[in-house]
């Protein structure tokens, strides 16, 4: 309170940082996630928005944005405006919310490896895909998040009973993603 009149100061607005994650997931992608996660964080920013639309990229690209949020000191949410492929359904699985838009779509992260120039992309060895399927478990518990959804998004052989057959990779709609607990919540802005 100030003066004899009662007037009451203004609460300090607190900042919102919003990073684009969109294109494809490539190795300068982590490093400015990070400086934007380390910004909000001196700063004492209210949220760290990571408004995403990729078809994903790099899994190593993607593991070190994952650790990022995971160990991040401000709130962080991943607002899946349109598509978090892969790569990008990493990313969102390791924001603490997940907000989606109408016609958005989630999951298809099995890791494939690169082929000849102009060739097609193979399906990664049991190994990589072992890796990567524990990566999306792993993120989705630490998230609270449900860790078979995320593991048949990496891995065919998942089979979830009214989900997803084995045989099939798992990819999301909006409004899977709500009613299987995934996202959080709708948005479209």
Known sequence: MFGAWGLFAQPAQRMVYVAPIEG????????FVKR?????????????????NTFGGRVDAAVQIRDTLLNAKVPTVAFINKRAISAGALISLAAEK?????????????????????????????KTISYVRKEFRATAESRKRPPLIAEAMVDADVAIAGVI??????TLTTDEAIRL?????????
């Open 98 to 126: 997940i907000a989606i838009s109408n016609g958005s779509t989630l999951g298809a992260a099995t890791p494939v490896a690169a082929g000849q120039p102009g060739g097609v992309a193979q399906p990664a060895e049991e």
């Open 181 to 189: 607990r995934v996202a959080d919540f709708r948005a479209d802005s």
């Open 165 to 170: 057959a084995k045989g099939k990779l798992l």
């Open 36 to 52: 934007v996660v380390q910004q909000a964080e001196r700063e004492g920013a209210a949220a760290v928005i990571l408004d995403i």
């Open 24 to 31: 494809i997931i490539d190795l300068g992608v982590a490093p």
